[in-house]
């Protein structure tokens, strides 16, 4: 990956908390805890995931800086929503969460060496795992959920 491409991706992350604001702001309370199907995760619990998500990639890129040969753990995202019942969590705390640990890990992204770039550990869930895999998946993370937070908007308005 090219130094370029690196720096839009951090840029790309940094947008990331507007981009799932935007898409939020533009869904009704009443339609934030609806669920497009059985199965499906409504606004609400996108956010909420959002929340975990980001808190888990936080500390994965620091692991896989800090730490000697780091094992990343994989964890069951629909297991959370379910056991930890996303719907009864607040919405604002996980929005704060979200910019908040995106904030804290911009300024660490952009001092990176190439070196610490190369960096690699062990994920549970995937053979291979490094500082440019964890780019390339957490820079794209919101934009997917925006668009999912989208798409349950725009079934809700035909339901």
Do not use: F
Not at 86 to 115: C, F, I, K, W
Not at 126 to 153: D, F, K, M, T
């Amino acid at each position: 990956m090219t130094a370029a491409t690196r720096q839009a991706l951090i840029a790309q992350y940094a947008r990331g908390p507007a981009r799932l604001e935007a898409a939020l702001a533009a869904v009704p309370e009443e339609a934030r805890t609806w669920r497009p199907a059985p199965g499906k995760w409504s606004v609400h619990e996108v956010i909420v995931h959002c929340a975990d998500s980001e808190t888990n990639a936080h500390m994965r890129i620091r692991y896989l800086l800090g730490e000697k040969e780091p094992l990343i753990l994989g964890y069951d995202q629909g297991r959370w929503a379910i056991e930890l019942d996303y719907h009864g969590l607040p919405l604002g705390p996980a929005l704060d969460t979200v910019r908040a640990v995106r904030a804290n890990t911009v300024p660490l992204l952009q001092r990176m060496s190439e070196a610490q770039w190369q960096r690699n550990g062990r994920h549970t869930e995937h053979p291979s795992y490094g500082a440019l895999r964890w780019l390339e998946i957490y820079a794209e993370h919101l934009e997917v959920h925006a668009r999912q937070i989208e798409r349950n908007l725009a079934a809700w308005g035909k339901r």
